[in-house]
């Protein structure tokens, strides 16, 4: 079983300015990916960035960056010059190998707030 | 190429009623996933099919819950006798096979039992 905990109900960040989220978690999985979705409020869920549990390097997607703490279970997610498009639900969800049937587990989200 | 369709967008049930939700996911995809969305809530797994096999149905909170997907292709969610607390986003994913693969999601399906 998984369990996800984002501490950050709310959060707000200026224009062109850096933001991290914060997430840890918990896993009885050897091996597993951890994903950051965005859901703006059309709903839908749109991936921001992988993590594959097994390397070590941070991964990194333009803008987006992960700070992945393996033993601390920690999954944070950073934003770089925050554009107003990035305001949204943001979902940190680990994914459990196939033994946990793939599933995603999902946080209680951060609403992210850009303001100009 | 197309996403994850859902249908329909929006339902609205008088409590009692069945109702039957569609999801069409990325051709070629293997895995469809279910997923529940309580309003301020993160979404939770219902139930989970590779190709026309539904190999995890832990997450359908009741009996009243119930999916299939024939062909392996197009699912259908049913819900018989709603129930208020069945009021929420019902999500939709698709994913080619394997654990490293993202999931796609569809735009969900409102439903709101009266």
């Known amino acids: 079983a998984q369990t996800v905990t984002q501490s950050q109900p709310e959060m707000s960040v200026q224009e062109a300015e850096t933001v991290t989220l914060s997430c840890t978690y918990d896993?009885?999985?050897?091996?597993?990916?951890l994903f950051w979705y965005k859901q703006p409020p059309s709903r839908q869920m749109i991936l921001v960035i992988r993590?594959?549990?097994?390397?070590?390097q941070n991964a990194t997607e333009n803008r987006f960056s992960v700070n992945f703490q393996k033993a601390a279970k920690s999954f944070s997610l950073k934003i770089s010059d925050s554009q107003l498009g990035d305001a949204a639900m943001y979902f940190c969800?680990?994914?459990?190998?196939?033994?946990?049937?793939?599933?995603?587990?999902f946080g209680e989200g951060t609403q992210l707030t850009v303001n100009p | 190429g197309a996403g994850v369709s859902q249908s329909p967008r929006y339902k609205v049930a008088k409590r009692g009623q069945d109702v039957a939700l569609r999801c069409d996911p990325i051709?070629?995809?293997?895995?469809l996933f279910w997923y529940q969305q309580a309003l301020g809530q993160g979404p939770e797994f219902l139930t989970y099919?590779?190709?026309?096999?539904?190999?995890?149905k832990s997450g359908l909170p009741s009996d009243r819950f119930f999916a299939e997907r024939p062909e392996g292709s197009v699912s259908t969610l049913k819900i018989q006798r709603t129930q208020q607390e069945d009021s929420a986003v019902y999500l939709c994913?698709?994913?080619?096979?394997?654990?490293?693969?993202?999931?796609?999601f569809g735009p969900g399906t409102r439903l709101t039992v009266t």
């Open positions: 896993t009885s999985e050897s091996d597993y990916y």
């Open positions: 969800a680990p994914r459990g190998g196939e033994t946990s049937g793939s599933r995603l587990t």
């Open positions: 051709s070629g995809h293997v895995s």
């Open positions: 993590q594959e549990a097994y390397k070590q």
């Open positions: 099919f590779q190709n026309e096999a539904q190999l995890d």
């Open positions: 994913a698709s994913s080619a096979p394997g654990t490293a693969y993202e999931q796609y």
